[in-house]
């Protein structure tokens, strides 16, 4: 089966600094692929420029065989592709519930999605453990909630592929234990996932296959257990805490 | 069970913040009972014209946080196409009304693509830029425009055969009128259009990613309210029966966003607010010109420290806090230390 995102020469330049350069990377329909790299490798250049944020400087970006190349934001979200923040956001003046009703509203229905009908905002928050909190302002949320919105926000724009930036950051043990959980079920929902985060044991739990960024450019790309021994891999982590 | 609490809870908020508004304006119909003096009237009228762009305007500043600074612009607009109309092809008030709203709702687009474009704060001085450059169209349009002198407008305002030139007639009208863009704004405000403008106006970043096409619906916010201003500008220019450039140029504008403001754009009741006590101020403490600016500025920058959310929001805060001493303080606390998200954590 082809990939569902194929990502081919891709380069970002912001002025001088190269964040990206030539990243190949397939993402196969149904897996969890984790991303790794040291801070500032490009991991979150390789989202914003698969998510129409950044004008790629090179190459090309295909979603199920279609160009998406350059398109707008919310071209590709409607396109199929979600995608939460690195820093956890949401509308912060508004309601949760309302929050969650205002993302699943610009949406069409996905070709891809196996969900008919797709589940309601408040079956959404239910996912995420936050429907006791649906009628507050977002705005009042813990961080480890706010999280969990954003990833409710996500799911609720109906993706067919998500990518999570670093979604455990900021969260404790417990709320990361549930986090986990959640994103293990997404695949049996037709929703395939590709996670940046640096917590290797998390990463471990999640992912089968992991890519690795270093300057811009993968270094490696494999079984999750055969590239954290990678001689490469360990050269760029050296002294880390792998 | 959760599901259904909310929908209704939602409906019955929603109704509560409009009915006020209508009760106060049913109010305001009966004046004339009391036979209030014409000048009395001419205000309220003109207090009157502006409620009805201050609703577009909140659509705009309130739901999805643009300002423009060039909103008079948009009501001249309004105002020189029913002048124009009347003089060339005879219109009445009622056909001038839709072609004004189309007239501006198309200048507010031409205005608002380029501007939005840019975005953020050049916004505010672009829009203040297209309204000083219409003046300076205007003013030189020769014939077409009246240059500087503006063009008159005759012809009586009927409704079903009744004059409504007539000053307590024109009243009740425009009560009608700013009753209709109340409802209007309101039925914006609590619709998913509505939602979608609160969203873009949180987090543009976040509602892009959602799906929302942030600048389409931008300067669809834009277009909404150049329709409300459209619409106030043919009141405007038959009620005055003359028309001229200046009053449509940056000190207009800006009264009318500082009314938004001392009203409070987020709420149903704002604008009515707002445009009631900036027109009604001067007279009740006897200002003059030149004082009553000073006293208008003096409000705005009162309203922008002490009550963000505008007058209205305010004064209904400070009536919590007197029923339920402790709660809403509490309240703001919890927000203060939302907005400071922890520093990511990095291995
Ligand atoms: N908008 C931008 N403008 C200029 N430079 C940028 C921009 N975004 C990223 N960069 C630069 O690109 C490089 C890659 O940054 P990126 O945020 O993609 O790294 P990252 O792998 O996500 O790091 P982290 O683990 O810290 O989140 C860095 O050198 C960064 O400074
Ligand atoms: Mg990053």
């Known amino acids: 089966m082809s990939p569902i995102l194929e990502i081919r020469g891709l380069s970002k330049r912001f002025g001088g600094v190269t964040a990206l350069s030539g990243v190949d990377l397939a993402i196969e329909e149904g897996e969890i692929l984790g991303v790794v790299g040291p801070n500032g490798s490009g991991k979150t250049t390789l989202f914003n420029v698969v998510t129409g944020v950044h004008m790629p400087s090179g190459g090309s970006v295909s979603f199920r065989g279609r160009d998406i190349t350059g398109l707008k934001p919310h071209a590709i979200s409607r396109a199929g592709i979600g995608y939460t923040f690195q820093q956890a956001m949401a509308f912060a003046g508004l309601r949760v519930l309302e929050n969650v009703q205002i993302a699943g509203e610009h949406v069409r229905v996905n070709a891809g999605a196996s969900h008919h009908p797709w589940p309601t905002p408040l079956a959404l928050l239910d996912f995420v453990g936050l429907a006791a909190l649906a009628d507050e302002r977002a705005g009042v949320l813990p961080f480890g909630s706010l999280r969990l919105l954003g990833l409710a926000l996500a799911l609720a724009s109906r993706p067919a592929l998500l990518l999570l930036d670093e979604p455990a950051a900021g969260l404790n043990d417990r709320e990361t234990a549930a986090l986990v959980g959640l994103v293990r079920q997404l695949p049996g929902h037709g929703i395939t996932v590709c996670v940046i985060d640096h917590d290797m044991k998390l990463m471990q739990m999640l992912c089968r296959r992991l890519a690795v960024l270093d300057f811009g450019s993968k270094i490696a790309d494999g079984p999750t257990g055969a590239v954290l021994a990678d001689p490469k891999v360990l050269d760029v982590y050296l002294g880390g805490d792998l | ?347």
């Open chain 2, 1 to 347: 069970m959760i599901a259904s609490r909310q929908p209704n809870g939602s409906a019955i908020s929603a109704l509560r913040s409009l009915l006020p508004v209508l009760v106060v304006l049913a109010l305001i119909a009966l004046v004339p009972l009391l036979s209030p003096s014409n000048r009395f009237l001419s205000l309220a009228i003109s207090a009157g014209i502006n409620v009805i762009a201050l609703y577009g305007l909140s659509v705009l500043f309130g739901q999805t946080g643009i300002l423009s600074m060039g909103h008079a612009a948009l009501v001249g607009v309004g105002a020189y196409t029913a002048a124009i109309l009347a003089r060339d092809l005879c219109t009445g008030f009622w056909l001038a009304l839709p072609a004004a709203a189309l007239a501006s709702a198309l200048f507010a687009m031409i205005v608002g693509i380029p501007s939005l474009r840019v975005g953020g704060h050049h916004f505010v001085i672009m829009t203040f830029a297209f309204g000083q450059l219409l003046a300076i169209v205007l003013t030189n349009g020769g014939d077409y425009t009246g240059a500087a002198t503006g063009l008159d407008l005759v012809g009586p305002v009927t409704l079903f055969g009744a004059d409504m030139s007539d000053l307590t007639r024109y009243y009740l009208m425009v009560v009608a009128f700013v009753a209709a863009a109340a409802v209007a704004s309101w039925a914006i405000i609590n619709s998913p259009y509505g939602r979608t403008l609160r969203a873009i106006r949180e987090n543009e970043r976040l509602a892009a990613s959602l799906g929302i096409n942030v600048g389409r619906h931008k300067i669809g916010a834009f277009v909404v309210s150049g329709i409300f201003a459209g619409i106030s500008g043919v009141l405007l220019a038959h009620f005055l029966g003359h028309i001229s450039p200046t009053q449509f140029a940056s000190f207009p504008s800006i009264y009318l966003a500082l009314m938004v403001m001392i009203g409070g754009a987020r709420l149903i009741a704002g604008p009515l607010a707002g445009g009631i006590l900036v027109a009604f101020l001067p007279e009740v403490l006897n200002l003059d010109p030149v004082q009553s600016r000073i006293v208008y500025g003096v409000c705005l920058i009162a309203v922008i420290l002490l009550l963000p959310e505008g007058l209205i929001a305010g004064v209904g805060q400070v009536f919590r806090r007197l029923l339920a001493s402790g709660q809403p303080k509490q309240e703001r606390e919890e927000l203060d230390t939302a907005s400071t998200t922890p520093s990511e954590v990095r291995r």
